[in-house]
C-alpha cells in the first residue's frame, strides 16, 4: 500500500490539457488533450503550471523538479537543456520543445518501474523460498538424529539437543526474514 500510494500520486502529476503553440512569432496557443501532443510540438508552460511533456527549453526557466528527483531548491534551465513531464514552472512562461509523451516520458518510466517492482517477486525471495522447503527438511532429520543420537549418551537431555538444534536453526527464520527484510 506504501508504494502504491506515490504510484498514484505520480500517474496524476501531469496536466490534462496542453498549450500547443500555434504560432511561434506571436507565441500564439490553442488548448489541447496532452494525449494529443506529439514529439516536436510548442507548448507554452505558463508561470504555476506543471509541464505536461519532456522537451527542450527554449527560452531560460526556473522550474521545480521536487515531485520526481525530490530536490526543494528550484533549477534553473537555459535554453537547450532538457525539462521533465512533472516539473513545475516558477518563473515566466516556458517555451518547450516536446521530445516526450505518455509512456515515453522519464516520468511514465518512473511508474513503470514502480509497478514492476511492487509486481514481481525478488530473485533472492524466490532463492529463498526454494531453499527454505530443503533446508526445513534437513534440519528436521539433524535433530532427530541428534535426539536419537543423545538417547544413548544421556537420555535426560535428548530432548533438549533436538529442541535446541530446531531453535538455533529456526528454519522459519529463512523464509519470514527475507521477504521481510526485501519488503523493508
Known amino acids: 500500500q506504501r508504494a502504491a500510494r506515490p504510484l498514484q500520486r505520480l500517474g496524476i502529476i501531469t496536466p490534462e490539457l496542453a498549450h500547443r503553440i500555434t504560432d511561434p512569432a506571436t507565441l500564439a496557443t490553442e488548448s489541447v488533450a496532452v494525449a494529443r501532443v506529439q514529439p516536436g ?82 530473485p533472492l525471495a524466490e532463492l529463498a523460498q526454494r531453499v527454505s522447503g530443503g533446508f526445513v527438511s534437513v534440519v528436521l532429520v539433524l535433530a532427530l538424529a541428534a535426539g536419537i543420537a543423545w538417547w544413548f549418551i544421556d537420555p535426560g537431555r535428548a530432548l533438549w539437543v533436538a529442541v535446541s538444534l530446531l531453535v538455533i536453526t529456526c528454519p522459519c527464520a529463512l523464509s519470514l526474514a527475507t521477504p521481510a527484510a526485501l519488503s523493508v
Open 41 to 122: 510540438d510548442l507548448l507554452l508552460v505558463k508561470p504555476g503550471e506543471t509541464v505536461p511533456a519532456d522537451g527542450i527549453a527554449q527560452s531560460a526557466a526556473q522550474v521545480s523538479e521536487a515531485v520526481i528527483t525530490g530536490e526543494s531548491r528550484p533549477v534553473h534551465r537555459q535554453a537547450g537543456e532538457r525539462i521533465i513531464a512533472g516539473a513545475t514552472n516558477l518563473g515566466s512562461a516556458l517555451v518547450l520543445r516536446v521530445t516526450g509523451v505518455g509512456p515515453a516520458t522519464v516520468l511514465s518510466s518512473i511508474v513503470a518501474m514502480i509497478d514492476r517492482a511492487v509486481a514481481e517477486r525478488p
